[in-house]
């Protein structure tokens, strides 16, 4: 079995009238292309979390923040959670949106929830009964 070892995460951050996004970068991978694949991944998630905002959030002088988390970020597989909120005037509350990447880091290949659990598994019910 081979060891994957944590990968290197900077933040980034990303400033507009109105908007601060903190955001990860990965760096320093020995595939270059599956570097690339990752980090223009997160950046797209990120812009099309934005349009959503955009979307829900439709008053004046909109403010946005942003961070992540890593989830994890071992044995090949990198975790991570997006989260920004945003509120403008005069609406009554603001608006969070949340999404979650999951990579290979030898490869860059994202992971959907589906894809971490076995064929013909009942992952979905047994979550459900979990969270439940």
Known sequence: ???YPPVEIRT?????PGTVIQYPQVTGLANRHAEE???????LQIQEM???????????NPETTGHFEI???????LSLMLS???Y???????????KALTFSTQTGQSY?????FRPGSNYLELLTAEVN
């Open 71 to 77: 989830k994890t970020n071992e044995r090949g597989l």
């Open 50 to 60: 934005q349009r959503i905002q955009q979307g829900v959030q439709t008053g004046k």
């Open 37 to 43: 694949r990752i980090n223009r991944a997160i950046i």
């Open 84 to 86: 920004n909120y945003t």
């Open 88 to 98: 403008s005037i005069p609406m009554a509350h603001g608006y969070t949106v949340a």
């Open 1 to 3: 079995m081979s060891y």
């Open 12 to 16: 980034l951050t990303y400033r507009a």
């Open 112 to 116: 959907t929830l589906s894809d971490l």
